[in-house]
């Protein structure tokens, strides 16, 4: 589903991914670990093509096809779609409208579009512009909300549970589960994810197949979830390498 290979980018001419390697499958769900700042949400808005992050060497290859140059919509329509870490507010621009382009985008039917706004507890934020006066919690429900209705088939997810209360971090992990058909055998799954986290509480809710930790702008060891969120919950992020080399 993505192949990264060797990746090195630039912010403002300061490099911030340095040969970076990433391999997610069609149906595996990975997460992604590391300190602030290390370049995990450059590595989001790098997948997605943000003009800002200069890709000065290495290739991002999306089901087989090289999208390293292509623009930001290309890659969306192609099938990767984000949740924002930090998404701004559109003023004068009401959720249900965004909402409705992207169901539509993404091949959605409006009954099912709004059994989820439903699910998700937003009936009464579609009428209010996108994110304005949203609370921490309510931003979080409604990206989730905008990227699901999207359909995409690589889910890009920015620090879904920060600033999430329990109760809406387990109806976020439901709402991804069932997405990412969790339920199913690993060969039906059609979607695939990438699951930034500091807390781990999203992992209580959704299962994930490998976790990787992030530092200083490249993939510093890979493993199974549960291991790493240990190591780095015990010991710390560098600790976690030594056991990686171990
Ligand atoms: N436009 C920019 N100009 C200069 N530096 C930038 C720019 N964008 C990002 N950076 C720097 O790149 C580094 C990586 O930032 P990034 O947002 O990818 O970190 P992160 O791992 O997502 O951190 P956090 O866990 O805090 O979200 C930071 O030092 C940040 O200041
Ligand atoms: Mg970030």
Redesign the pocket.
């Known amino acids: 589903m993505l192949e990264i290979k060797d990746l090195t980018v630039e912010?403002?001419e300061?490099t911030?991914l340095r040969s970076l390697n990433l391999h997610i499958g069609a149906g595996e769900v990975h997460v992604l670990f590391?300190?602030?700042?290390?370049?995990?949400?450059?590595?989001l808005l790098t997948i997605l093509g943000f003009p800002?992050f200069v890709v000065k060497s290495g290739r991002i290859l999306f089901k087989g096809e090289d999208i390293t140059e292509l623009p930001t919509h290309e890659r969306v329509r192609r099938g990767i779609g984000v949740l924002f870490?930090r998404p701004p507010a559109i003023r004068g621009v009401r959720l249900s409208d965004v909402v409705n382009i992207c169901r539509e985008q993404g091949g959605i039917p409006e009954d099912e579009a709004t059994k989820l706004v439903e699910l998700l507890k937003l009936s009464e934020f579609m009428r209010r512009d996108v994110n304005l006066g949203f609370s921490g919690g309510e931003v979080k429900r409604s990206e989730l909300l905008q990227v699901v209705v999207q359909n995409p088939e690589l889910v890009l997810l920015d620090?879904p549970d920060s600033g999430v209360d329990v109760e809406n971090v387990e109806l976020i992990g439901k709402v991804l589960n069932e997405f990412l058909e969790r339920g199913k055998r690993p060969s039906e799954r059609r979607r695939a994810a990438l699951v930034?986290t500091?807390s781990g509480f999203i992992l209580n809710y959704v299962r994930t197949d490998r976790a990787h930790v992030?530092l200083d702008g490249t993939i510093a060891c890979s493993g199974t979830p549960d291991e790493i969120f240990k190591h780095i919950m015990s010991e710390g992020y560098g600790a976690c390498i030594e056991h990686c080399r171990d």
């Not at 590391?34 to 590595?43: C, E, F």
């Open positions: 912010v403002g300061k911030i590391g300190p602030n700042g290390s370049g995990k949400t450059t590595l800002e870490q620090e930034i500091h992030m």
